[in-house]
């Protein structure tokens, strides 16, 4: 399988960091790995005039990863929740890649429901956290869940969508973080074989 592994954290030694070397080593026996640390690479965020809808040009630097995206069988993200939303780096990602003729089609003039483009039968994001999931549930809504699982997974038609929350990381223990790296290489690895 092609698995498209995207990091969004600017800290090394991070849990997001650990998480996503650890998914990458763990999965490369038996699948092709993209993997790309957004902030490592200096991944440009900002949408170019020649990239909005009504022009609909790919610049040079995104076309790389709009290739990975197109042949991907899965899709593992991995960013801190900072303020409800992923870090601006991999907003950025989303706005520049994930564009009309590669992640999405339209059957009608752009009005309706999306045309399916892609084969993404798996998709994962991986949250870490400060804020406790009352907290989260009741004051905030929980707006990752939303903006993962319907306007980004369900508009791509991915079949299988599965999202974790590790809370409250400033608090955690070496033996927690471990535990989560843990459930997270089980989880992606039962998805992938079923």
Known sequence: MNLLILLAHPRQGSL???????????LSHGHTIFFHDLYAEGFD?????NELLDK???SEDVL????????ADAVIIIHPNWWGQPPAILKGWIDRVIRLGVGYGFE????????????IR???????SNTSEEREHTVF???????WKECIAGFLQAEKFDRSVFRIV???TPEEREQWVRDSLELVNQRLSS
């Open 16 to 26: 997001n960091h650990s998480l996503a070397e650890r998914l990458k080593d763990n």
């Open 122 to 128: 798996n998709f994962f994001v991986f949250n870490t």
């Open 170 to 172: 400033i608090t955690s």
């Open 45 to 49: 965020p900002l949408l170019k005039e």
């Open 56 to 58: 609909n040009e790919f």
């Open 108 to 119: 009608d003039n752009g009005e309706g429901a999306p045309a399916k483009l892609l084969a």
């Open 141 to 147: 809504h929980d707006p990752l869940e939303y903006i």
């Open 64 to 71: 790389p990863y709009c290739r990975e995206l197109q042949i």
